[in-house]
């Protein structure tokens, strides 16, 4: 039952596809965006507030919770979702990633990567099992295996070492998910490959072969041209089971999810809307803007007219930009929440697009409209 | 009918009273805590949250809110109460204390006082008219009198100098009030005299003749002992009209204000349990302790066992540790709510103690409790 995954509806013009996704702790509907709760909570906001915004499900990061305050803390809090005051389902990553991009000391072996604590600088050898083991403690209902996050550029023969390694990884951890007691978490594989379509595909069909409840495509969005990342999609995406949750790990801009949502991807996350609503940048349905802007000063408007989430119902720009400009605390839970109900809403329309038969047409509008907006600057 | 102030309850063996006092936004139930919104905001927390937690009236400062955005935006917004999104009623102080404390230079004039703004080292002369027509574009309730702050210590000479000063400025407020539409906002005159008995008897007097609708003690909390402050307090009081309202500025922890509630007080203002949280500090039940303590690493008991609040009914100490040593910015959020709610629920205990004839049996207990848990560590 927990894993389930049933595709209610296929666009006819493109790959997108309307899912629902059965964890223990609710009922998924795909496409969907998850927002990050890097250290346990969605940066400024209350998880009441997080919920209410209907997001159904949170990333949090594997690497952080470990180092600080330990898996051993959360597992005696109960898990993560006591811990952070968050009944709803929680994705958890492997902690792969941030060793590659935040700690300043790393070296690959084939039993693990070794790396260095960015807090302290101690140092960790973290290996497929024990990326298990953590996530165990925290008590996530989707868990991410070990993968080796391969740099761009990479050559092919680096590209397919690592490749392989990330292969091995995948059937340790899927030998010690078999010896545990998973109690109904999920067990998702991550595709690798590079920039290389034939590597994907032939990592898309071992993973599959090994038999994951679900498929991330990893090393995307990791600094190559935004075309090459929409071919690597094209790539990976047909070896892929249909019956089975794709997700897109780290995207992106509504325009990226837009764009992968129309190649068959269903979960999506990124720090995008809360990491630049904290630098002041809000998503609006006319593009994006930074709230800074000498412009605002007596703007009485809301961010965003066309919004209704509680900062544009009580909030204007001038308030928001007096707040960014003094420094105010208030100011992060505001933009956060409206840049995350924005995302959100969006996973909704999409949603809804697709349901009804209309996701073509919802992609054409929202390019027009962005044309448009772009055209009236 | 605005202005209002109607003695509810007398205390029989102190000088503490329950009243309530008519402000344009509503109805106030003294002794009331007013907690503070600097620049517009109290920070880390929505209105909504703020209003939750039972504030009747905020702070705001006139100083900042002069600096930045300026009157005129706030002026166009509507006033303040729409810029910040509070409907409730907001005291503005004078922003004479805060040129005392935040200017690198000032210069004290008989027009008013020359200063310098800490955030760009603009030239600004703010006098007793100007200060009171800043608060008219802010269209607070109850609006403040420019005094001079007295520096701690004072020869008797200078305080003397000071507070004649004083004195004409509350004339010089009074004039222009006279000739200005206050809609229904309230005008506090502010006794000073420092640290002499007779001069803050004769600087309430004077006050008194001139016929304000509350009265502020000014100048205590400034760095002089906590008898000193009080022994102050306890000279000038009964010098104040009973059926007016008193208000302590600045003052201050709970204790200070059970002490001044027994000595007659009835508003209070103080940065102290806002700006404790954001270092961490929190108020309790069983007093006060620092988050970041080791001890609460695995304790998933809440803030205070004793408090219902927000924070308390949802989070432990072991996820707010975490939440502070990891700079999470929702731990300013989660203590600013526990300490507000701490400092609202003390008054309003307080209240209900005049209000039930055991004020005095309320008072001994917090000391009686305060003693126990010292002893108990």
Redesign the interface.
Known sequence: MWGRFEILKRDSRTQARLGRLVTRRGVIETPVFMPVAT?????????EVVAALSARILLANTY?LYL??GPE?IR??GGLHT???WPRAILTDSGGFQVYSLSGFREILEEGVRFRSHLDGSEHLLTPEKSLEIQAALDSDIRMVLDVCIPYPSSREETERFTDLTHLWAERSLAWWRTSSSRGALLFGIVQGGMFADLRQRSAETLVSMGFDGYAIGGLSVGEPRELMLEMLTATVPHLPEDRPRYLMGVGTPEDILEAVARGVDMFDCVLPTRNA?RGTVFTSEGTFHIRNARY??D?RPLDPACGC?TCR???R??L???F??G???I???LTVHNLSFYLKFMAEIRRAIGAGRFEEFRESFYRQKEESLCGK
Chains 1, 2 share one sequence.
């Open positions: 250290a346990g909570s969605v940066k400024a906001v209350p998880p952080h600080r305050p803390v005696r809090a811990f952070m005051g904290r000063k007596e009485f509680y009580r909030f204007s001038a308030y930009r007096h707040l400009h003094s105010e605390l208030l992060y839970f505001l």
